[in-house]
């Protein structure tokens, strides 16, 4: 024993012994965990206890009917009790069962979509149930729930949950009243402060919405809000799906390869995986043995006029077979083998056995596998007995032109040279092995023949090789060996990713969709302009995400300070944790100021009248931890964010770019307005002539569209006249206060004694379009166009 190990045993005396050590050691329960470590799940504060309390109960609310087919209505209330606050939360779901409801609300990690690759908002069982222990441990008093299904009557429930076991304890359990028809109601008091109230406003505003089908009422001691819906559309139902070959790792991989019941890593990847087929599965296959065995060189067979070296070899590795059946054995696999540009030691192999197979029937004579083996390795001994040539016109394709003959020759030679001392005579290897070939004849080239082949050299004529090789048809390994062995798997895996496959299916996912992100944002933010993008599906992990995103600019939004960002994930606001969230990483990285946004030093948060959506919808949203604040730095997803933000910004700066150039038009044409009278007055006066029509005029030096009505006895018209150099389309509406009659060409609408007239004429450049109607007598009239910017109109009328 050393000097050191020695001492290892001294200092003792007073310790446990392991054994009194494991006499201490017990399993704790999941409940038991979290109840010291309540921070993990975002109750590690009163005041955002108190958000996060509200915010797994209404994601509760909202999953409940949403899956149910009922379009939400969500009512939440925040008491101040003194010396606590009480919370209540009611949904017009399709209630609990009374089985259930012990389990939903006081069993941490139990529910039923964990394992689901679907969208969901909530997915580990933990939510609802955290905030039933928060509650209990800091109030003392239980969770009091009432559920109404459909077909049952209501029932009210006391519970507890026990942390040793993580099981709920019924205090009361009894027929209850309740005047809805059906829905779910969860009463908690519990230790809060309202110090977080911007955050639990916000988290009410954003929910609203990003779920623009619910309608939200919200009470707490100080205000009260009311958000209604803005559509009348549920989201889309989703569908669970497998996981995607693009995504999944290697001890997941492992896993499934354990757990599959198929044989075949054909019948594996299109029974255990999304988007693959049995196209796609041969493809991953393919790219498995390139992986697995590695590639044949191809050679080129031997010239025509050389085509006796092949014939007569063949002949001689034939024994015991008629003089007749072995000339034209040995006949018709060169004719054969001379038919290809390229042939690899397999396509020699599947030549000799077609055409033993045909001579064998012609001739009534065995070609057993002896002779073809025998004649494989005759014919591909004669295809590879020179290979310089070969190695020297993919070397040359390979390499710039200012390597010189002698130096692609040296490397070509050397090259050659590996391929022949290669134990495989097959000359089938992997590409690290090709690459290994590569340079170690560029390194032998370099120091005799005073050459240089850098990185991109030798990569290329690596490709160039590779790409020229053809994939083994030997059988892939079978599921249960792939399973046993990591290396093998790991090669499946590298086969996967590589290997094109289409996008995963998007019915697992229910993304807002563009039109209804700008309903959301329209309805809650008095803006002057709105913009939205979603995005492809796209992979991380084996789990499909889309990417939405959105954004307001202008009206009401406040001037000053930074752009507001609102971040999603699977229709659920992020309101802590900011600073730890890839989406505001993404916002900080992109130059706003390419898209019209002011952003101090060209990086970090833009300023402006401007709030910034972004939704990450997901079958599994990869969050920083169990509270679910924040969307962790997912190069995949950060790309898409940023993409999504983009799309959206492009809009926004082609509007900031025309509202500057209306802005320009404006200033020019109030310019012209103040000076145009007073030249027309002049001109009147010198000429003696009528005044000048300034207003048309005015149209016709802007390139304006220039509106005109006259009335001639019953006759009305109202001249659209196109001076721009497009084609324009509008809504012209005129009011009048004499009934116009029916018109075939406008629409008439009455109302308290007023006529509407509505046309939507489209006028080439130059040309004018007249809108006619008759009236009875004197009338008063007033007309608005819609579609036509006011920067490019003028109204004579």
């Given at each position: 024993m050393t000097s050191f190990q020695s001492q290892l045993g001294e200092g003792g005396g007073g310790g446990a012994t392991a054994e009194e050590l494991a006499e201490g050691?017990?399993?704790?329960?999941?409940?038991?965990?979290?109840?010291?470590?309540?921070?993990?799940?975002?109750?590690?504060?009163?005041?955002?206890?108190?958000?996060?309390?509200?915010?797994?109960?209404?994601?509760?609310?909202?999953?409940?009917?949403?899956?149910?087919?009922?379009?939400?209505?969500?009512?939440?209330?925040?008491?101040d009790r003194g010396d606590y606050y009480r919370l209540v939360v009611e949904d017009n779901g399709p209630g609990i069962t009374k089985e259930q409801v012990p389990k939903v609300f006081g069993k941490l990690l139990y529910g039923s979509r964990f394992h689901k690759r679907e969208q969901n908002r909530g997915q580990q069982g933990i939510g609802i149930s955290a905030a039933v222990l928060y509650s209990q441990l800091t109030s003392g008093k239980p969770a009091k729930i009432t559920s109404k299904t459909e077909n049952g009557g209501a029932r009210y429930f006391e519970l507890t949950i026990d942390t040793d076991t993580n099981e709920p304890e019924i205090d009361?359990?009894?027929?209850?009243?309740?005047?809805?028809?059906?829905?779910?109601?969860?009463?908690?008091?519990?230790?809060?402060?309202?110090?977080?109230?911007?955050?639990?406003?916000?988290?009410?505003?954003?929910?609203?919405?990003?779920?623009?089908?619910?309608?939200?009422?919200?009470?707490?001691?100080?205000?009260?809000?009311?958000?209604?819906?803005?559509?009348?559309e549920l989201p889309p139902e989703t569908e669970e799906i497998r996981p995607h070959p693009h995504g999944v790792e290697l001890g997941t991989l492992l896993k499934m390869l354990e757990a599959t019941d198929s044989y075949s890593i054909s019948g594996f990847l299109q029974g255990e995986f999304t988007r693959v087929g049995a196209k796609t599965a041969d493809g991953v296959c393919d790219n498995l043995r390139d992986r697995h065995f590695g590639r044949e060189m191809a050679w080129r067979p031997p010239a025509t006029h050389e085509e006796a070296d092949v014939e007569p070899a063949v002949r001689g590795a034939v024994a015991n077979k008629s003089s007749e059946a072995t000339a034209d054995?040995?006949?018709?696999?060169?004719?054969?083998?001379?038919?290809?540009?390229?042939?690899?030691?397999?396509?020699?192999?599947?030549?000799?056995?077609?055409?033993a197979g045909e001579v064998a029937e012609e001739y009534d004579e065995t070609f057993g596998t002896t002779v073809r083996e025998k004649a494989v390795d005759a014919a591909w001994g004669e295809v590879t007995d020179e290979r310089a040539a070969d190695c020297y016109e993919l070397v040359d394709e390979a390499t710039t032109t200012r390597k010189d003959d002698a130096v692609v020759e040296g490397l070509s030679t050397r090259l050659a040279e590996k391929?022949?001392?290669?134990?495989?005579?097959?000359?089938?290897?992997?590409?690290?092995?090709?690459?290994?070939?590569?340079?170690?004849?560029?390194?032998?080239?370099?120091?005799?023949?005073?050459?240089?082949?850098?990185?991109?050299?030798r990569e290329n004529v690596t490709d160039a090789f590779w790409e020229r090789a053809r994939t083994v048809p030997d059988e892939v390994p079978k599921v249960s060996a792939v399973a046993?062995?990591?290396?093998?798997?790991?090669?499946?895996?590298?086969?996967?990713?590589?290997?094109?496959?289409?996008?995963?299916?998007?019915?697992?996912?229910?993304?807002?969709?563009?039109?209804?992100?700008?309903?959301?944002?329209?309805?809650?933010?008095?803006?002057?302009?709105?913009?939205?993008?979603?995005?492809?599906?796209?992979?991380?992990?084996?789990?499909?995400?889309?990417?939405?995103?959105?954004?307001?600019?202008?009206?009401?939004?406040?001037?000053?300070?930074?752009?507001?960002?609102?971040?999603?994930?699977?229709?659920?606001p992020l309101v802590y944790q900011r600073g730890a969230c890839s989406t505001v990483d993404v916002v900080k990285n992109i130059n706003w100021r390419n898209y019209g946004l002011d952003q101090p030093g060209g990086s970090g948060m833009p300023n402006g009248p401007a709030v910034l959506?972004?939704?990450?919808?997901?079958?599994?949203?990869?969050?920083?931890?169990?509270?679910?604040?924040?969307?962790?730095?997912?190069?995949?997803?950060?790309?898409?964010?940023?993409?999504?933000?983009?799309?959206?910004?492009?809009?926004?700066?082609?509007?900031?770019?025309?509202?500057?150039?209306?802005?320009?038009?404006?200033?020019?044409?109030?310019?012209?307005?103040?000076?145009?009278?007073?030249?027309?007055?002049?001109?009147?006066?010198?000429?003696?002539?009528?005044?000048?029509?300034?207003?048309?005029?005015?149209?016709r030096i802007m390139n304006n569209v220039l509106v005109e009505r006259t009335v001639n006895g019953s006759t009305v018209e109202l001249s659209v006249h196109n001076f721009d150099d497009?084609?324009?389309?509008?809504?012209?509406?005129?009011?009048?206060?004499?009934?116009?009659?029916?018109?075939?060409?406008?629409?008439?609408?009455?109302?308290?004694?007023?006529?509407?007239?509505?046309?939507?004429?489209?006028?080439?450049?130059?040309?004018?379009?007249?809108?006619?109607?008759?009236?009875?007598?004197?009338?008063?009239?007033?007309?608005?166009?819609?579609?036509?910017?006011?920067?490019?109109?003028?109204?004579?009328?």
């Open positions: 050691q017990r399993s704790i329960s999941i409940a038991e965990f979290f109840e010291k470590n309540k921070q993990m799940l975002g109750f590690d504060s009163d005041a955002k206890a108190l958000v996060t309390a509200v915010k797994e109960a209404v994601d509760n609310a909202l999953d409940a009917t949403e899956e149910a087919g009922i379009l939400p209505d969500v009512y939440v209330e925040v008491e009361v359990d009894e027929a209850a009243s309740w005047e809805r028809p059906h829905g779910t109601r969860i009463e908690l008091e519990m230790e809060a402060n309202m110090r977080a109230r911007q955050q639990l406003h916000d988290y009410i505003k954003y929910t609203a919405v990003v779920n623009p089908h619910a309608r939200i009422e919200f009470h707490e001691p100080a205000e009260s809000f009311k958000f209604e819906r803005a559509t009348d054995f040995a006949r018709r696999i060169t004719d054969r083998i001379a038919d290809n540009d390229r042939v690899a030691h397999a396509t020699v192999a599947e030549i000799v056995d077609d055409v391929f022949e001392s290669q134990d495989d005579s097959r000359n089938r290897l992997t590409r690290e092995r090709l690459r290994e070939f590569v340079d170690r004849a560029a390194d032998a080239t370099e120091e005799y023949d005073d050459a240089t082949f850098g990185e991109t050299a046993d062995d990591r290396d093998a798997a790991a090669r499946l895996l590298e086969a996967m990713r590589e290997t094109d496959i289409l996008s995963p299916p998007t019915d697992c996912l229910a993304p807002i969709s563009e039109e209804l992100v700008d309903a959301g944002l329209r309805k809650e933010y008095e803006a002057d302009f709105y913009a939205a993008a979603t995005r492809d599906a796209e992979v991380h992990g084996g789990d499909p995400f889309v990417v939405e995103a959105g954004i307001a600019y202008g009206g009401e939004l406040p001037e000053d300070g930074q752009v507001e960002v609102l971040r999603f994930a699977n229709r659920v959506m972004v939704h990450v919808a997901s079958t599994n949203v990869p969050f920083t931890s169990e509270s679910k604040d924040a969307v962790a730095n997912i190069p995949d997803i950060e790309d898409e964010i940023e993409l999504a933000l983009r799309e959206a910004a492009r809009e926004l700066k082609s509007y900031l770019n025309k509202r500057r150039s209306l802005e320009k038009r404006r200033r020019k044409q109030n310019v012209i307005a103040d000076i145009l009278p007073e030249m027309a007055e002049k001109l009147s006066e010198v000429t003696g002539r009528e005044p000048l029509a300034v207003e048309d005029s005015l149209a497009t084609n324009v389309s509008g809504e012209v509406t005129e009011m009048v206060t004499a009934d116009p009659g029916d018109h075939d060409d406008a629409t008439v609408v009455e109302m308290d004694g007023e006529w509407f007239l509505k046309w939507t004429p489209e006028v080439s450049p130059g040309e004018t379009a007249t809108l006619t109607y008759e009236i009875d007598g004197d009338a008063e009239f007033d007309v608005s166009v819609e579609g036509i910017e006011a920067e490019k109109l003028t109204v004579n009328a």
